[in-house]
């Protein structure tokens, strides 16, 4: 298998979601994914409404540096990741950014409030689902699951493409040195 064959079914491998379950599983599945995706779109514009008043109030109270950049960072992982996580298309990388500012608003509320659950919940259940997609992909019914299937069809048929030819230049060296031997045991003519 050359590089390219390998890195097209690497790249198969993590768009392929962990389980395969039934139809309707992999429903409820793309439902929770789309929603969590949706209804996260509207947090990351309302940052960016005016990401000043958020960077003083949520970046700067729990201590990071460049609260402006980090408020705009928040904000397009947000406006970002939630459509694609919605879509199901690069899934995993998008779940990543947006369950990495889930664990940094529970850091937040953590210093906020303490262990307080209305603090707590919303940012909680957004980062369980995030943590599921990142583990587990898009499911059945997303567009990584579209782009791994054709991703294997093309990396099954360059290996058996490249296995057929090994067979046929195996084939080949065997009839050249089949030939070549016929003609050394061939008796001269007196």
């Known amino acids: 298998m050359n590089t390219t064959e390998r890195l097209t079914a690497y790249l198969a491998a993590a768009l392929k979601p962990t389980v395969s379950a039934n139809a309707w599983s992999q429903a409820a599945w793309t ?12 947090n990351g514009l309302d940052k960016l409404s005016n990401i000043e008043s958020f960077a003083e109030a949520y970046v ?3 201590g990071l ?13 947000e406006l970002i990741g939630a459509p694609l996580l919605a879509l199901g298309f690069l899934t995993r990388p998008a779940a990543a950014g947006l369950f990495a500012t889930m664990l940094v608003a529970m850091y ?3 210093l906020v409030a303490g262990f307080s659950i209305p ?3 919303l940012s909680m259940l957004y980062a369980a689902c995030f943590l599921f997609f990142l583990v587990n992909g898009g499911g059945q019914y997303s567009v990584d699951a579209v782009l791994a299937n054709q991703l ?8 058996l493409t490249s296995i057929a030819k090994q067979r046929e230049q195996q084939i080949e060296s065997l009839e050249t040195s089949f030939q070549e031997s016929e003609k050394e045991n061939i008796p001269a003519n007196k």
């Open 108 to 110: 937040h509320h953590v």
């Open 31 to 42: 439902v929770l994914r789309m929603v969590a995706g949706l209804v996260m779109i509207h």
């Open 119 to 121: 603090y707590l919940e």
């Open 60 to 62: 700067s109270v729990i």
């Open 152 to 159: 294997n069809t093309v990396a099954t048929t360059g290996v």
């Open 65 to 77: 540096p460049f609260p402006i950049f980090f408020s705009y960072c928040a904000a397009f992982t």
